[in-house]
């Protein structure tokens, strides 16, 4: 397995691998030869009896390895004793797209003999992971690193030794480097493939490729203004665009569409790569019926492609809003086959009073909307790639005033830039 590994990987030593420790990163490489160098921190951190592995997970097949990724985590921790310590990692080319792989970092503190090594022999030769220990050297400074291959009947052996040692944090943050069509999609083809590839695995992936249009044309502009609501959850879009729908005699869509309510359940219980291009999926379908309605009437629309991306993006970085993808970046760009809405709204409201809203309201919430509550530096992420994203760009309106008084706010902006 390992070899098949590497050849899926290489340039090995030009790699670097980050551990993420308590939400912060710790970044190491590897070398051939041996140079001197200090323990990175993330090993300097360790005591005397810890034993330290990697588990990476890879495949040429995107669709297992999403899954396969998620599946590893829930087994560790049911099969892992009580001693071990996981932590996300990962390791990628500096600057090098589509190059990040993630995976585990394993710390055991257990004493005397443990089982990490068997279930982690047992699933280099089973599964698509690329397992290595890290061993520290007599001098008690320099720490190795050992590619694990499965020998025949044996459980393990060690494929290839490698010299650990710190690495400089790279200038943008390696999660930007996998997001351009595996977290967010900027073609109708690009979000079917995805689907289409997983329709043996999840059966109702066949019937929402059933509900697609053929083919999405974003030039097609309807002859009514189409408006955008967006915002995070309990800011207040659903009392405004009903408000909206009546006060214009307006056409009131979503995305995802009802026709799709059915299986949302069913892909947000699986990993970003099919859960985002469910969604992704969703607003081409919304997008044809607001090139049909916008030929009658006005359409208002709760949610699109803003809200798309700006979780996608969001949930992909971590840490603070420093490790977005910078400003400009083509992750924020509009899908070009994707209709263009007329104007997008974006509700922002104080948290506290966004709170207050959710606790009044008392309705159940998904996980990003919990993950939202509990974690400021997610909802400061979408915040922000919500107003990273541009083609068009989101206009903010402050929801904190009545309901009415925020209508009339946003009417004065549809009648200043849509001439309704
Ligand atoms: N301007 C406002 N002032 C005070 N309360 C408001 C205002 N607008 C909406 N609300 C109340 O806040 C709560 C959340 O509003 P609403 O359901 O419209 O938000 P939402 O953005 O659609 O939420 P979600 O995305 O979770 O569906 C509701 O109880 C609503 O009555
Ligand atoms: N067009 C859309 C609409 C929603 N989502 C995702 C983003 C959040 O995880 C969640 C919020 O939706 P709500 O609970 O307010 O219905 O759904 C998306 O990705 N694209």
Redesign the pocket.
Known sequence: MAGRMMALLPRWSSRVFAVELDGAPFYFAVQESHLGEEAPRVFRKTQPRDRCYSLLVCSKDRIKTARFYGELEHKLLRELPPECDLSPMSSFLPNVRDSLIKGYFLKDSSEGSSPVERLLGDLTQREPVMVCSYCKGEDGQQWTQHVWSHGGSKVMEVAKKYYVVPSEAPEYHPSALNMINSDVFYSLEEARDVLQKCGDIIPEAMSVLELLPSRAEARNKPDFPVIVIE?L????????TESLRETLGATLLRSPPQCLSPWRDRFDQEPPLIRRAFYALGNYITAEQMGQEGKKTPVIVDRFWHSTAAYAIATAASGPVCNLPEEGSEVYCWPSDLLQPSLVVLLTLDPEERKR?LR??GQGKTNE?QELDHNQLFRLRVEEAYRRISGPACVSVD?S???DQ?LQQVLLLIRGKCHL
């Open positions: 915002g959850d309990a800011t207040g879009k659903t009392t405004l809203r009044n309201r909307e929801a005033p009545s309901a925020v």
